[in-house]
């Protein structure tokens, strides 16, 4: 995702209001003593001219396949 040169300029353009992830975990935790899948809601937003972003993540299925799709801001407009 952070190798795709398109995304990161429409992020920057604001064209993007977020993105959904799927991904394999590296870590292991207490609660979760395997590595697993998590999909991930990561969302951008601008303050002042400088861009943030927040990220919230959930199990997934452990034959879901990784990949992202971004939601554009046309996609989130009026809600």
Known sequence: MLDD???QRAIAG???AGIVT???S???TAEHDNIGAFRTTI???FHEGTLYSDAVSVPAAPDVSNGYW???MDDVAGE
Do not use: G
Request: charged share 20%; no cysteine.
């Open 70 to 72: 971004p939601i554009a």
């Open 43 to 45: 969302t951008y937003f």
């Open 22 to 24: 799927t991904t394999r």
């Open 5 to 7: 040169a398109p995304l």
């Open 26 to 28: 590296v870590l292991r």
């Open 14 to 16: 604001r064209e993007i």
